[in-house]
């Protein structure tokens, strides 16, 4: 099956994790579905792409989809990027990898930086067995909920959070999360 739809990870800050072949698909493709075409148009800009951009993110990629599977199983090629890191990692883009396969459309993976990887490598944290929870709630008492259903969680958890709500999410992990937040060398050698 040839590939028709390519995700492809975009640098995290640093314009120089661009891998030479993220450049070379994105040159290659016939379109460019970005969660923010704005920001992609630099990423673009930079690598000297010329690749026509379409804003693909969570409000339009409903009612998008079908036109866009459409496209592929006509033939078109494109790629899937996100603002940062790898698309679908807590950025749009499942629905359409899921089309894509129902429909026998091709997907590839052209791999990226991805930030929870990186932080978990940076951590000092247990790397062998993590949690990724992505982005909690917004609102602090659902947020809590959700915390609670993770006390018990021995792996390493890994969360997303905007920075304009860090703070009332870091005073939910510590209120909620507080029993299984001391972690000790000892509890770690058993």
Not at 18 to 27: D, H, W
Not at 82 to 101: E, F, H, N, T, W
Not at 155 to 183: G, N, S
Request: charged share 20%; hydrophobic share 45%; net charge negative.
């Amino acid at each position: 099956m040839e590939q028709r739809l390519f995700v492809v990870g975009t640098p995290i800050g640093n314009l120089g994790d661009m891998s030479p072949r993220a450049v070379e698909t994105l040159r290659s493709v016939d379109l460019i579905l970005a969660e923010d075409t704005r920001h992609s148009r630099q990423l673009c800009r930079h690598f000297g792409i010329r690749t026509p951009l379409r804003a693909w993110h969570m409000h339009n990629e409903n009612q998008a989809l079908d036109g866009v599977v459409a496209e592929l199983a006509e033939g078109r090629r494109m790629a899937l990027i996100s603002d940062a890191g790898m698309p679908l990692i807590s950025a749009p883009g499942y629905p359409l990898v899921r089309a894509c396969d129902e429909a026998g459309v091709g997907v590839a993976v052209v791999p990226g930086p991805t930030a929870a990887m990186s932080a978990l490598a940076l951590s000092g944290l247990p790397c062998e067995r993590f949690c990724f929870e992505g982005f909690l709630s917004a609102r602090s008492g659902h947020r809590r909920a959700e915390l609670a259903k993770l006390v018990s969680e021995s792996r390493t958890l890994i969360f997303y959070e905007a920075p304009h709500r860090l703070a009332a999410m870091l005073r939910d992990c510590a209120e909620v999360l507080a029993p299984c937040l001391l972690y000790t060398s000892d509890a770690a050698d058993e």
